[in-house]
């Protein structure tokens, strides 16, 4: 069954500090995508960044990058240099097939940073 | 540009009572998906359309009907709501399926039903 599993449900990070969110996933297909979301306090997703299974390189946007461990299905969100504004829910996302139309999210991690 | 839009917000209604949660996207996207999201829960998939003219059960389909109107508006529709279908529902749409094309998101609507 695919499944996404997010283990930590909440963490504090210092501002500018670094932070690593945890998300390990489980599909059978070797053709799939994993995704980041963000969720201020205000209720809206927001799409943060997106590794495909046979991307060679750790995909990165700004001060987001995913440390994407294939062999262990790990997919972890570290976000840089710590921003009041990163305060939220973060949920990681997979489409388990080439093909689907669906996204598994997982329970999500709720970030507080500290100024 | 307003990307996707919902309508209402907030809904308050009586089991049995039934209603349309109306969605809207600028994007030209082909793909549109209803979501919900339970407290201490990611997101749900509850029904999704690929492109104009075809809709598919997603992962919690039971007791909410879709209609993919043309290319812009998906709505879902409770038929007689219960206490159980208290909860913040998300639209989102994307333009394709394949590739890194991720999902974007309304601001969802929170319904209460009592």
């Known amino acids: 069954a695919q499944k996404i599993t997010q283990t930590q449900p909440g963490m504090f990070v210092q501002e500018k500090e670094a932070v690593t969110l945890d998300c390990t996933y489980d599909?059978?297909?070797?053709?799939?995508?994993l995704f980041w979301y963000k969720q201020p306090s205000s209720g809206e997703m927001i799409f943060l960044i997106y590794q495909g299974s046979y991307d060679q390189q750790n995909a990165t946007e700004g001060r987001y990058s995913l440390n994407f461990q294939k062999a262990r299905k790990s997919a972890n969100l570290v976000i840089s240099a710590s921003q009041l504004g990163d305060s939220a829910m973060y949920f990681c996302?997979?489409?388990?097939?080439?093909?689907?139309?669906?996204?598994?999210f997982g329970k999500g991690t709720k970030l507080s940073v500290i100024p | 540009n307003a990307g996707v839009t919902q309508t209402p917000k907030f809904q308050v209604l009586k089991t049995g009572q039934s209603m349309t949660l109306q969605c809207a996207q600028d994007m030209n996207h082909n793909s549109m998906y209803w979501y919900r999201q339970d407290p201490g829960m990611g997101l749900r998939l509850i029904y999704y359309?690929?492109?104009?003219?075809?809709?598919d059960k997603g992962e919690v389909p039971n007791g909410y009907n879709v209609s993919r109107l043309n290319k812009r508006e998906f709505s879902l529709r409770l038929e007689s709501a219960a206490p159980s279908q208290t909860s913040v529902y998300f639209c989102?749409?994307?333009?394709?399926?394949?590739?890194?094309?991720?999902?974007?998101f309304g601001p969802g609507t929170r319904l209460t039903v009592t």
């Open positions: 599909t059978s297909d070797p053709s799939y995508g």
């Open positions: 989102a749409s994307s333009e394709a399926l394949l590739g890194g094309y991720e999902q974007y």
């Open positions: 996302a997979m489409r388990p097939k080439a093909g689907s139309y669906q996204l598994t």
């Open positions: 359309s690929a492109s104009e003219g075809t809709t």
